[in-house]
């Protein structure tokens, strides 16, 4: 059974889950926001999280003056395949490091062998 949680409590789980990424890894984090959405893009309905952007081992000189790179946690997917509070805190958390690690080039692969599927 899924989890009913407010946009505003989600937003908070997200937050908190960027709260525990390390200094030393958030201050590298460049030219990049997080945004809560309800839903992802209709063709791809389960989609939990998404990155947007050219990751930081594709950047060259000539990265300048370009929109920032988005990250996208996806609320209602989420709480569907969640039955309770700590099991959305816990995929928050997943979904929020996996996206982080595709900004810093890190691909799918890397992260399901990190656990971070």
Request: charged share 30%; aromatic share 6%; with cysteine.
């Amino acid at each position: 059974m899924a989890i009913d949680l407010s946009t505003e409590r989600f937003e908070e789980l997200v937050a908190l889950a960027l709260d525990e990424i390390p200094p030393e890894l958030a201050a590298l984090i460049d030219n990049c926001v997080i945004l809560v959405e309800d839903d992802p893009p209709p063709d791809e309905p389960d989609l939990l999280g998404l990155y947007d952007g050219i990751p930081l081992t594709e950047r060259g000189t000539d990265y300048a003056g370009v929109l920032p790179d988005r990250i996208f946690i996806y609320r209602r997917p989420t709480l569907a395949i969640c039955d309770t509070l700590d099991d959305v805190v816990e995929e928050v958390h997943i979904t929020v490091v996996h996206e982080i690690a595709h900004h810093f080039g890190i691909d799918d692969d890397r992260l399901h062998a990190l656990g971070y599927a």
